[in-house]
Structure formats: C-alpha cells, structure tokens
C-alpha cells in the first residue's frame, strides 16, 4: 500500500478487528467463516503497512479463539 498514513492505516486495521467481533457475535451458520476471512484481512493489511508487531498479537489471538470454538 504505497503512501498509505500509518494512522489511518492502524485506524482501518481497528475496524477491520471490531468487524470481525461483531460478525462473531450476529451469529448466522458462517460466521465463523466470516470473522477469519475479516481477520485474515486486517492482519494481511496491517502486515502490508508494517504495522503487523502491533496487531499480529491481538489478530492472532482471536483467530485461535475461531479454531477453537468452531472446532
């Protein structure tokens, strides 16, 4: 992402993340699916903006949660 704010990168990558919470919490039979894919997508960006040290950790987190609960 070429000249891209790392603020409003670290922004879009917080409501990726709160998305991803929400879509857990509306239910619905793929919303376990929809949360990963959201996940996925916030952490790829945040990765692409060198901001992945600061999200990775939290991304991560809740990833395993989705493993363990749809599992």
Do not use: C, W
Not at 34 to 63: H, N, S, W
């Amino acid at each position: 992402m070429p000249d891209i704010d790392p603020d409003q990168a670290a922004e879009r990558v917080q409501k990726l993340i709160i998305v991803g919470d929400n879509r857990l919490k509306q239910g619905g039979d793929d919303k376990y699916a929809k949360a990963r894919g959201t996940y996925e997508q916030a952490l790829r960006m945040a990765e692409d903006v060198g901001l992945g040290y600061r999200f990775r950790p939290f991304i991560e987190r809740r990833l395993e949660s989705i493993e363990h609960l749809s599992g």
